[in-house]
Structure formats: C-alpha cells, structure tokens
C-alpha cells in the first residue's frame, strides 16, 4: 500500500516541474553483481540502465528482499532517497527531485551490503513524465558465487585424474 501512495506523491512532486509529454516510451534493463563482503555480508550493486531510446526518465527502483536480509550501507544515486526498515519485504529507491531522475542514455548503481546470498528477486522500475507514469517489472537472478553441480563434478574428475596420474608415477618411481 505504501508504495502506491508513494507513486502517487512522486507522480504530484515530478508534475510540478515537468512538462506534459503526448507520449512515452520506458525502456530501461536492471543488472546485479553480487560478491562476498567482510562480516559475513554479501554485496549487492545494482546498474539501472534508461535506453537512449526510452522516452521518460527512471524515477524509482522497487526490490523485494527477504525479511531476514539486515540491509546494511545502503547507497543510491545521488538525489535519490531510500525506503527501507529492517524486518520489512521490500526496499526502495526513489529520486528525490525531478533533476535527479536517470535521463534516457544513462544508468546509475545502488548497492547495498545483506546478509543473505543471492536469490531470485521481483523488482519494479518506474518511469515517469507526468501526466505518465509507467512501470516494469521482472525477477532479476543474481549470479551465485558457488560454482554450479557441473562445474563441481568437472573438477572433482580432473583431480582424480590429477591423482590417479601421479600415484602412477609414484609407483614406477618405486620399482
């Protein structure tokens, strides 16, 4: 419910300033790298991409996070304002004024510090030019930093092969 009504205060705050526009277009891609971090952390950074041919500016970036996450050193573009209390499903992203929205052709990074490893997350990335508002949504994958079942059975087999090869050696070294 929150959100919604911050949508509808951002839509209030951007339609002073903005000039109306007959129409657009929000095309924009979400990126993540995540990595350990001291502490027992793992850190989140996030790109936000407006395509040069998206026709409304990013506004706001929504992720859903787990209750449990403990979000720690949270950054946002400057402008930007965040929404965020430990315990709760989500953290937001928003910009705070109307220069600081990520005009088409240019990205911005957010990043954060959590307690739990990667995870399927759903986000929604909001564009808006008053009197337009248009939201994308999507799960965004963050690559593990564990290797994947086949890459452990590809190393599991070289070494023994690594060690099959020298106790070979090691035998006609006896002989």
Known sequence: MHRIVRRLALIG?????????????????LAV????????????IYTLTNAST???????????????ADLQNIVAPTGW?????????????YADSLGASIVPGSSAV????SRLGPALQAYDLVGSSPPILQVLDGEIA?????????SW???AAS???????????????RS
């Open 13 to 29: 705050v951007f339609a002073l300033g903005a000039a109306e526009a007959a129409h657009g277009a929000f095309i924009a891609s």
């Open 33 to 44: 790298d995540v990595s350990p971090a001291t502490g027992g952390y793992y850190a989140y």
């Open 54 to 68: 998206s026709t409304l500016p990013a506004v706001q970036f929504d992720l859903a996070v787990d209750v449990a």
């Open 81 to 93: 304002a965040v929404d965020y209390e430990s315990g709760l499903e989500s953290v937001s992203f």
């Open 110 to 113: 957010l990043s954060f510090l």
């Open 142 to 150: 963050a690559p593990s930093a564990v290797p994947e079942p086949s």
């Open 153 to 155: 059975t590809l190393l």
């Open 159 to 173: 070494s023994l092969l690594a060690s099959a090869g020298g106790i070979r050696r090691f035998r006609r070294l």
